[in-house]
């Protein structure tokens, strides 16, 4: 039985709604609270642990969908392959870090809430799909 065009098209912008519900943009700033970019020259990156055992990981979720059921999993398995690993997930920590930062100054607090764990290492993710 063939279906009528409406129905197909109805279907696809049930989809459509529903992927675009899931994604929050912040809101655009007004020109005067904007930042300035600061440019930096090369960055050096700090050497990756050996070995996870003992150490402290932590998981920074931006708040996107699905971001979050991403690190869970993630944990899980950290958690059943690596002795002795501290998981940290940050949103239940600090629920003000499951955010997209709109700037220098929020992505600096965020990022000192996270130092402010001593993590051997940071996983961040992010998500936006059923």
Known sequence: MKKPRYVILLL???????????????????????????????VRLNPHPASLA?????????GQCNGDTFLNSLAELLKSEIKQVKIVKMWDVDGSTAVISSGLR???TIAGVVASQKPALVIAAQADSG
Do not use: D, F, Y
């Not at 912008?13 to 090369?42: D, F, N, S, Y």
């Open 54 to 62: 003992g150490k402290t990981v932590v998981l920074r979720w931006n």
């Open 106 to 108: 929020e992505s600096e």
């Open 12 to 42: 696809m912008l049930l989809a459509a709604g529903g992927l675009a519900a899931c994604h929050k943009t912040p809101a655009p700033k007004p020109e005067a609270q904007r930042e300035t970019i600061i440019k930096v020259g090369p």
